[in-house]
C-alpha cells in the first residue's frame, strides 16, 4: 500500500442550489421520515436531476483531486432517512416526532414490527457512481445506533432491541454495497459522540453486530454534528474515542480543525488500530483554508501517526456550504495535502 496521505470527502457535499431549497435546508432539520419537501424538482424529473447533480459534485472533487469520492448524498435530504424508512417494520401510516441533538423537533420513523431489508437502498447509487469515475469511491449510510436514536417504536421494548434490529438492516445493506462494486462502505455514527453512556451500554455492541460478515474496507464518520446545527465543539466530546476504538472498522473519521481546544495526540492516540480520517477543514467559516493552513493541520497529526494512517478530509459533510465555498475548500484540502506528501518524498 502507498504511504501517500490520500484525501476524501467524508460524505455529503453542497447540493446545487436548483435542486434543493437551500433556504428551508438551513432554517430547519430535514425530516427523518421521507417527506420529499425540499426539492425543487417535479417528482417525475427528480431521479434525472439527481443524476446529474452527482456528475456535478463528482466533477468538483476530481477537479480539486480528492482521491476517494462519494457521490455528495446529493440525492438525500436527510443522511438517515432513506435507509431509516426502507425496511419491513416501518409503520407507513404515522410517525413520530423527537427532539434532536440541535435542539429541535424532528419527525422521525416508527417502528411498529420486526425491522427487515427486503430491497437495498443505495445499490442503485453505487453502481451510477462507479459508472462514472475511476477513483475509490465510498458509500455513507448510517449505522444503527444513531438509526436508533432517530426513531420511536412501539415493538421493540428498548432502544438497545432497536439498535440491534437496525443493525441487521445496515448489515444487509452494507453486503449489498460492497456486491455492487462499493470500495469502502461508511457508517455515519454521530450520536456514538452524543450519547455516550448509551454508546458504552449497547452502542459498540450495535455497531459491531452490523459489521459481522461484512467483507470490505469500512469506515466509521463520529462527530459533533454539523456546524450549520452545532457550534458548541468542545474537545472534551471526543471522550468517545476509546468506545470507537473497539468498533470493527478499518477507518475512522474525526473532526480537529474546528474544535480549537481538541488534543490531538490523546485523540489519535486513542485509534491506534484505525486508519483516521482527520478534519482538516473547518465548516464553520465559510472561507476557505489556504493550502498552507491545511498542510499546517495535516503536520500537527503527522507528529502522532503515520502517513500511510492518514487520510486529509473536511471535519464532517459539506452539506450546508455555498457551492463556491464547497469548491475552493476540497482545492485546498487537495493542495494543501500535496505540499505535505512532497514535504515527506511521496508526492
Known sequence: MSRKIRTALVGSYAQPEWLIDRHALKTRLPARIISNEMWRIAPELL?????????????????????IVTDGEVRRESYSAPLANAPEGVNREKYETLVGRAGKPNKVPLISGPLRLT?????????????????????????????????????????????????????????ALFAAGADIVQLDEPYLQAKQADAAEYGVRAVNQALEGVVGTT????????????????????????LVEQINVQQVSI?????????????LEALASKTVMVGVINLGDETPETAELVAERLRKALQFLPPERLIAAPDCGLKYLPRASARAKLRALAAGTALVNKELGLA
Do not use: W
Open 255 to 267: 473532526e480537529a480543525a474546528q474544535p480549537q481546544s481538541l488534543n490531538l495526540k490523546a485523540a
Open 119 to 175: 430491497t437495498p437502498v443505495h445499490v442503485d447509487d453505487v453502481k451510477f457512481l462507479k459508472a462514472h469515475t475511476g477513483r475509490t469511491v465510498k458509500v455513507t449510510i448510517p449505522g444503527p445506533f444513531t438509526l436508533a436514536q432517530l426513531a420511536v417504536s412501539d415493538y421493540y421494548k428498548s432502544n438497545e432491541e432497536l439498535a440491534m434490529g437496525y443493525a441487521d438492516v445496515v448489515r444487509a445493506e452494507m453486503q
Open 47 to 67: 431521479r434525472e436531476a439527481q443524476d446529474d447533480a452527482v456528475l456535478s459534485v463528482l466533477e468538483d472533487q476530481e477537479a480539486a483531486g480528492i482521491d
Open 219 to 242: 469506515a466509521l464518520h463520529v462527530c459533533f454534528g454539523y456546524a450549520a446545527m452545532v457550534s458548541d465543539k468542545s474537545a472534551d466530546g471526543y471522550s468517545c474515542l476509546p
